[in-house]
């Protein structure tokens, strides 16, 4: 029941009758997510794919900051039959809520409790190493169960994957351990968002000729065997890129990790971040705003305080650079973005309210800001600002 507490004037305060205990995740700063977006992207990239391609959602990173488990259950949805993480923990959190698609650990575990842990959880670790067939094997026989492995190996990108030279020595390796089950091989491509006809070309079709040049040695693998190369960019970049399956993380969020993609899918971004303005102030022209006044007014102005900062994810970066939307219009960010709060200038958008909820990122009407605009802004990239908003942000599923 709604009780006005005081009326004087202008101004009207009510306020609900039953007390409020808990903070509604509407209130300040909060992250919208739509898994409905998801699952059509997902939908979308496969359809893109040959029938027997698989697509893996890559749901690191707490699903690109979207909710692992809400992402990673719209993807599977959408045709994805696999999921790929980074940490045991995100793969532990995927199978307690359920999840029982096949799940690939795509970072390196190296002690013998997170690969022990992943034998129990049903995680598919990635061997890059001798070490870690030895201590697979152990664990599996010690435990009389099969573990599922795959074998990652670098082609170029010069961070996993054990060396070239050695495949042939750890397939060999693995194929001959009792307990373990030999399910994929992979690399990962370095380049491939860059320009489609000069280096990032070459180098892309030169990473391809090492993954090829490895298949060639092996023999035929049974049926549940993946050969796989390709992440977004690599999807759309060249078709044999594809293989038996892609890895696909950017894309099955809503954008092109390039503008150099052969294809133009209507790929949907499926969150938003939006904030409450929490108060107005009208000040004269020349007065200086927020931390060290990196901002100075130049005309009587109307500013609209607004209950996010970069504790929350908007990187001090992007100070005074960016802009926020009401109603489809955009509205300069101005001065220093501090912990919690930033300033907009809101002289010429006289309907913002103490209430009123701007979105920061994300569309709002025809207009939209995008994660690639503010990491243009900040010399980031989009994958890295998607993965920054913190969990002070709720994020809530529309
Ligand atoms: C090994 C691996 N494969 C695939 C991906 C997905 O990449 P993207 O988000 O560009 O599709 C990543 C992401 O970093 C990765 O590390």
């Known amino acids: 029941m709604q009780n006005v507490i005081a009326s004087s004037g202008e101004t009207s305060l009510s306020i609900n009758s039953e007390m409020a205990t808990k903070a509604d995740p509407r209130h300040r700063a909060w992250v919208e997510v739509k898994p409905l977006a998801v699952e059509q992207n997902a939908r979308l990239i496969k359809s893109f794919l040959e029938a027997d391609c698989s697509l893996m959602a890559v749901v690191k990173a707490?699903?690109?900051?979207?909710?692992?488990?809400?992402?990673?259950?719209?993807?599977?949805?959408?045709?994805?039959?696999?999921?790929?993480?980074?940490?045991?923990?995100?793969?532990?959190?995927?199978r307690e809520s359920g999840l029982e698609a096949p799940i690939l650990v795509l970072g390196n575990l190296t002690n013998p409790e997170e690969l022990s842990a992943c034998l129990h959880w049903r995680l598919m670790p990635t061997i890059n190493s001798h070490r870690e067939v030895e201590l697979c094997q152990y664990l599996a026989e010690a435990s009389g169960r099969f573990f599922d492995v795959q074998l990652k190996f670098d082609t170029g990108m010069t961070r996993l994957g054990c060396d070239l030279q050695d495949v042939p020595r750890l397939l060999e390796l693995i194929q001959s351990s009792s307990h373990l089950v030999l399910k994929g091989i992979y690399s990962h491509l370095a380049l491939a968002d860059g320009d489609v006809d000069g280096k990032a070309s070459d180098f892309t079709a030169m990473q391809q000729e090492r993954f090829d040049s490895i298949l060639r040695q092996m023999p035929p693998q049974p049926d549940g065997f993946y050969r796989h190369l390709a992440n977004s960019a690599g999807t759309f970049r060249d078709r044999s890129l594809h293989y038996d399956m892609v890895r696909v993380g950017l894309s099955l969020y809503g954008y092109r990790p390039t503008n150099n993609l052969s294809t133009d899918l209507a790929l949907k971004p499926a969150l938003a971040v939006k904030a409450r303005v929490i108060l107005l102030r009208d000040v004269p022209s020349g007065v200086g705003v927020s931390y060290g006044h990196r901002f100075y007014t130049k005309r009587p102005s109307r500013l609209a305080v607004v209950a996010i900062g970069y504790a929350d994810g908007v990187n001090q970066?992007?100070?005074?650079?960016?802009?926020?939307?009401?109603?489809?219009?955009?509205?300069?960010?101005?001065?220093?973005?501090?912990?919690?709060?930033?300033?907009?200038?809101?002289?010429?958008?006289?309907?913002?309210?103490?209430?009123?909820?701007?979105?920061?990122?994300?569309?709002d009407g025809k207009a939209v800001i995008t994660p690639q605009q503010w990491s243009d802004l900040s010399g980031s990239i989009p994958w890295e600002v998607l993965c920054s908003f913190k969990h002070r942000l709720p994020r809530v599923l529309v």
Do not use: C, W
């Open 62 to 94: 707490d699903g690109y900051g979207h909710g692992a488990t809400t992402v990673a259950r719209a993807a599977l949805q959408g045709g994805a039959s696999s999921l790929g993480i980074a940490t045991l923990q995100e793969g532990i959190e995927l």
């Open 317 to 363: 970066a992007l100070s005074g650079r960016i802009s926020a939307l009401i109603n489809g219009k955009f509205m300069p960010q101005v001065g220093a973005i501090t912990m919690d709060q930033l300033v907009l200038d809101a002289t010429d958008n006289p309907e913002l309210e103490v209430g009123s909820v701007v979105t920061m990122l994300g569309e």
